[in-house]
């Protein structure tokens, strides 16, 4: 009886072991068994079998190492709480992908949903990839981006409008896995409207006030009030 030291080497630079990954003892044959496993480490690649025995090295034994199955999801950006200009554009959307050690994978399509977090409906999130477009038609609107090469899922640079409010971005995987961005805050446009709300137009006699309060709104383009902007009256003569 003899025993067998099997150990591991990286042909892809992935993860190696300095130490045996088995030993077994021969049998009566000569031979030696080994139910090969690859450690779990967060590592794929080609990787080169040795067994040596009684100082004696055998011929080398090269085998690879796949991802495994999609397992978690994660947002990647955006990271933090942000906020953007209603119609101007925001970090990109993207997600990883990823198995149970932690390799990329690249075979599962993300579903992104965007919820509501002050009640009004969500705001439209047009993206630069994919054709990527979740609608804020509600609380929540959802759209689902195919699956990357690499394991990162691109939704693109975030564009919103016309709606404001605050709202956070979910990605799921089809296992369920999911998780959810930091908060995300649509805030008004430039000022570019003015509209008179009332008190246009209306007549009264010299020295009497006005029936009436003069009274206007400033919007962005999408009609959203702006506030803290400075109002100047002036009277011309019809």
């Known amino acids: 009886t003899q025993t067998v030291y099997l150990t591991s080497s990286s042909l892809t630079g992935g993860a190696t072991s300095d130490q045996p990954l088995y030993t077994a003892s021969t049998d009566?044959?000569?031979?030696?068994?080994?139910?090969?496993?690859?450690?779990?480490?967060?590592?794929?690649?080609?990787?080169?079998?040795?067994?040596?025995?009684?100082?004696?090295?055998?011929?080398?034994?090269?085998?690879?190492?796949?991802?495994?199955?999609?397992?978690?999801?994660k947002i990647v950006s955006p990271t933090s709480p942000t906020s953007i200009t209603q119609g101007g554009t925001g970090s990109d959307l993207r997600a990883r992908v990823t198995d149970l050690y932690g390799n990329l994978v690249g075979s599962a399509p993300v579903t992104f949903t965007l919820t509501s977090v002050t009640g009004s409906p969500a705001p439209t999130i047009t993206s630069t990839l994919y054709g990527c477009t979740v609608p804020g038609t509600s609380n929540t609107a959802s759209a689902t981006v195919p699956p990357a090469v690499f394991?990162?899922?691109?939704?693109g640079t975030i564009t919103v409008g016309p709606n404001l409010g605050s709202f956070t971005?979910?990605?799921?995987?089809?296992?369920?896995a999911t998780d959810t961005s930091a908060q995300i805050t649509v805030a008004n446009g430039p000022a570019t409207q003015f509209l008179y709300e009332s008190g246009n137009p209306q007549s009264t006699a010299v020295n009497t006030p006005f029936g009436s309060p003069?009274?206007?709104?400033?919007?962005?383009?999408?009609?959203?009030?702006?506030?803290?902007k400075l109002v100047s009256l002036s009277f011309t003569a019809a």
């Open 214 to 228: 003069l009274k206007a709104i400033v919007e962005d383009a999408s009609g959203n009030p702006v506030d803290g």
């Open 151 to 155: 394991g990162y899922v691109d939704c």
């Open 169 to 176: 971005v979910t990605a799921t995987i089809p296992n369920g």
């Open 28 to 73: 009566g044959t000569g031979s030696a068994a080994f139910p090969i496993v690859h450690p779990g480490t967060p590592h794929v690649g080609t990787f080169r079998l040795t067994a040596s025995v009684g100082g004696k090295t055998s011929n080398p034994c090269d085998y690879t190492v796949t991802v495994g199955q999609p397992t978690n999801v």
